[in-house]
Structure formats: C-alpha cells, structure tokens
T-cell receptor
Framework: QSVLTQPPSASGTSGQRVTISCSGS????????VNWYHQLPGTAPKLLMY???RRPSGVPDRFSASKSGTSASLAISGLQSEDEADYYC???????????FGGGTKLTVL | QVQLQESGSGLVKPSQTLSLTCAVS??????????WGWIRQPPGKGLEWIGY???????FYNPSLKSRVIISLVRPKNQVSLNLSSVTAADTAVYYC???????????WGQGILAMVSS
C-alpha cells in the first residue's frame, strides 16, 4: 500500500488529453511540492515534472501538472504513442521522515 | 550532464549483505546542493525509496529499511555505495542510483542493476 494513491491504469487515444491523479495527505502533498516521473518500458525512470508544475529542460509543454490541497495531477495533452509508460508521483512525507512514491499509473495509448 | 552507473553483486544469498556501487561522472559527489542515494523497484512493481546522503554526512533512510542500510560516499573514486544487510527474497529488485536536487526531485538516474536474492 503506497502512501500516495494513484490509479493503476489510464488510457487515451492519440491526440487526446489524459490526466493522472495523485492523492496524499497533510503530512506529504499538503505541505510539500510534488514531482512526477515517467518510466518507458525497460528503462530507468526519468524526471518529468517537478515543484508541482515545472518542466525540466527538454520536456515538451504537452506535459503539465498541478497541485491542490492534498492532491496533485499530471496532464498530458496531444497524447502520442511514445507517451505509453508508467507514471509516478513523489514527495517528502513528514510522518515517515522520508521520500514517498505513488504506486504508479500505467498509461496506455489506444 | 552527470551520469550514474551502477555495478555490484547481481546474486546474493539470503541473510548475506547486498553491496552495490554507483560511479558518478560529469560531476563531483562533493559538490554542494545535491544528495546521492538509491531507489529500488521489485520486478513488476513500483518504486521504493531506500535513502540518500549528502557530502556533509547527513543521511536519510526509509524507516522500513533503516536498520539494514548504509549509504556512503567514496570521495576518492567519486562513487556512491549501498550496503543492505540480512537480505531476503523480498529485497530482489532493480536498484537505481540517483542524484537528488532541490524540490526533493531526483534529477539523474542510473540505468539500474538487477540484484537477486536466492540460495
């Protein structure tokens, strides 16, 4: 059972907009910024979004993220086949005094 | 751009110690502002933070692993080491070396190394 809750799966067709949610609590998302990672099949995870809504250099603006209260979400617009991957949210948790991850969401592009 | 490369024992017997090394290139582990640590991923499962350490010596570990984990910086070799003792089959996973930056983000990842615990 992960500290951060994500839907196990999500899907969309090419060109669509999809969102992935990440639910936490007052000891993590409620007080810390959220980061997102994506993991293409057979590869290492890679930083996708950080500090709630900032994109690292090289990440297309099709990707966006937001945070409200104890929840966060990742949005992907103009869905492409290469977006098919696992997506993870992460932040610090004061109760555990450590980093926590969501269980991951497998995105399928239909 | 910093690059991380894991190496070490791919097969460990139960109750023994798993030892991994991460070679860092393109940046110094002694530079301020970054943490150096490990994250693992059991086969077919999600990510689990193991811990990280700063060049100052301050370390943070996953409470569920804290009693068995040591993460160290090997400065002369610009490497990060992981020692996980008393391993069981539940410790079988791909282990990733990571660099931590501001905003609690992990901005660089190694390619990962599979470590299996089996007799």
């Amino acid at each position: 059972q992960s500290v951060l809750t994500q839907p196990p799966s999500a899907s969309g067709t090419s060109g669509q907009r999809v969102t992935i949610s990440c639910s936490g609590s007052s000891s993590n998302i409620g007080i810390y910024t959220v980061n997102w990672y994506h993991q293409l099949p057979g590869t290492a995870p890679k930083l996708l979004m950080y500090a709630n809504n900032r994109r690292p250099s090289g990440v297309p603006d099709r990707f966006s993220a937001s945070k409200s209260g104890t929840s966060a979400s990742l949005a992907i617009s103009g869905l492409q086949s290469e977006d098919e991957a696992d997506y993870y949210c992460s932040t610090w948790d004061d109760s555990l005094n450590g980093m926590v991850f969501g269980g991951g969401t497998k995105l399928t592009v239909l | 751009q910093v690059q991380l490369q894991e190496s070490g024992s791919g097969l460990v017997k139960p109750s023994q110690t798993l030892s991994l090394t991460c070679a860092v290139s393109g940046g110094s582990i002694s530079s301020g502002g970054y943490s150096w640590g490990w994250i693992r991923q059991p086969p077919g499962k999600g990510l689990e933070w193991i811990g990280y350490t700063y060049h100052s010596g301050t370390s943070f570990y996953n409470p569920s692993l804290k009693s068995r984990v040591i993460i160290s910086l090997v400065r002369p070799k610009n490497q990060v080491s992981l020692n996980l003792s008393s391993v069981t089959a539940a410790d079988t996973a791909v282990y990733y070396c990571v660099r931590g930056a501001d905003w609690y983000r992990f901005d660089s990842w190694g390619q990962g190394i599979l470590a299996m615990v089996s007799s």
